[in-house]
C-alpha cells in the first residue's frame, strides 16, 4: 500500500482519539494507559504537548531542501524508555496539577483543535523543520499518523468496552512501520497487532514470534 498525502487521513485519525479522549468518564483517567509507567491522564497530557508540537512545527516553515520523510522522521531507539527522563517526570507532574480531568480534556479539546484546523489549511507541499529535520507537511502530518494510532491504542489498552482507532489509520500506520522496519510483517498479524508487537506494546506469542522469522530478533523498535 502506498503512503499517500498526510492531511485527510491526519485529521481523522486526531479526530477519532480526541473523540475517545471526550468520551471518557472520569474515573478512567486514573486507570493504566499502554505507555509504561503512565495512566491515561498522563497520556492525555502528552497529547496537549503533541498538539502544541503540531501547531509549533506548521508555524515553522523551512526554505531548505527536505532531509527527511514520514519514515525517517522517526528515530529507532536502542532501548524502550524507563519512563525517567524529564520529559516524562514533566508530563505526570503536570498531568497530576490538572486535578479535574475535565480540565484537562478541556484542554486537548481546546489546543487539539487548533492543530487539527491548522494541518487542514496547511499546504502539503510546502516543508517545515522540526527536530533539527526538513520534511514536507504532507510527510510530516502522515508521520503523525502513526503517532495518533499508536496512542489511540495507549489509550484504550486498559478499557476494553472504548472504540479503538480508525481501520484506515491502522492501516497506514503499520505500513509506514514496515518501512521504518524495513521488512513487512506476516499477512497473519491484524494491524492493531503488528503495531502493538512491532513497538513492544505487547510481547508476540510463540506462534508470532515463529511468524515473524528473522524480523523477531530486531524488535522491539522503540520510536522517539
Given at each position: 500500500?502506498?503512503?499517500?498525502?498526510?492531511?485527510?487521513?491526519?485529521?481523522?485519525?486526531?479526530?477519532?482519539?480526541?473523540?475517545?479522549?471526550?468520551?471518557?468518564?472520569?474515573?478512567?483517567?486514573?486507570?493504566?494507559?499502554?505507555?509504561?509507567?503512565?495512566?491515561?491522564?498522563?497520556?492525555?497530557?502528552?497529547?496537549?504537548?503533541?498538539?502544541?508540537?503540531?501547531?509549533?512545527?506548521?508555524?515553522?516553515?523551512?526554505?531548505?531542501?527536505?532531509?527527511?520523510?514520514?519514515?525517517?522522521?522517526?528515530?529507532?531507539?536502542?532501548?524502550?524508555?524507563?519512563?525517567?527522563?524529564?520529559?516524562?517526570?514533566?508530563?505526570?507532574?503536570?498531568?497530576?496539577?490538572?486535578q479535574d480531568p475535565g480540565l484537562l480534556a478541556f484542554h486537548l479539546d481546546d489546543v487539539g483543535s487548533a492543530a487539527g484546523r491548522a494541518a487542514a489549511l496547511a499546504d502539503p507541499r510546502t516543508r517545515v523543520s522540526?527536530?533539527?529535520?526538513?520534511?514536507?507537511?504532507?510527510?510530516?502530518?502522515?508521520?503523525?499518523?502513526?503517532?495518533?494510532?499508536?496512542?489511540?491504542?495507549?489509550?484504550?489498552?486498559?478499557?476494553?468496552?472504548?472504540?479503538?482507532?480508525?481501520?484506515?489509520?491502522?492501516?497506514?500506520?503499520?505500513?509506514?512501520?514496515?518501512?521504518?522496519?524495513g521488512a513487512r510483517f506476516p499477512a497473519s498479524f491484524e494491524d492493531a497487532d503488528a503495531l502493538l508487537v512491532g513497538t513492544g506494546r505487547r510481547t508476540p506469542t510463540a506462534r508470532e514470534r515463529a511468524a515473524l522469522?528473522?524480523?523477531?530478533?530486531?524488535?522491539?523498535?522503540?520510536?522517539?
Amino acid at each position: 500500500m502506498d503512503l499517500p498525502p498526510g492531511p485527510d487521513q491526519f485529521t481523522r485519525s486526531w479526530a477519532a482519539l480526541r473523540t475517545a479522549v471526550d468520551r471518557l468518564p472520569d474515573r478512567d483517567f486514573a486507570r493504566p494507559s499502554g505507555c509504561a509507567g503512565w495512566l491515561v491522564r498522563d497520556l492525555v497530557c502528552h497529547l496537549v504537548i503533541d498538539a502544541q508540537d503540531v501547531l509549533i512545527t506548521l508555524a515553522t516553515p523551512a526554505e531548505a531542501a527536505a532531509t527527511a520523510d514520514a519514515a525517517s522522521y522517526w528515530t529507532v531507539a536502542d532501548r524502550p524508555p524507563a519512563g525517567g527522563s524529564p520529559l516524562d517526570a514533566l508530563t505526570v507532574r503536570l498531568a497530576a496539577a490538572y486535578q479535574d480531568p475535565g480540565l484537562l480534556a478541556f484542554h486537548l479539546d481546546d489546543v487539539g483543535s487548533a492543530a487539527g484546523r491548522a494541518a487542514a489549511l496547511a499546504d502539503p507541499r510546502t516543508r517545515v523543520s522540526t527536530q533539527r529535520k526538513v520534511l514536507s507537511v504532507a510527510d510530516y502530518l502522515t508521520a503523525y499518523v502513526l503517532e495518533w494510532t499508536l496512542h489511540h491504542l495507549d489509550l484504550v489498552a486498559h478499557l476494553p468496552d472504548r472504540e479503538g482507532p480508525p481501520a484506515q489509520g491502522l492501516a497506514r500506520s503499520r505500513v509506514l512501520l514496515e518501512r521504518i522496519a524495513g521488512a513487512r510483517f506476516p499477512a497473519s498479524f491484524e494491524d492493531a497487532d503488528a503495531l502493538l508487537v512491532g513497538t513492544g506494546r505487547r510481547t508476540p506469542t510463540a506462534r508470532e514470534r515463529a511468524a515473524l522469522g528473522d524480523l523477531a530478533h530486531r524488535l522491539p523498535l522503540t520510536l522517539s
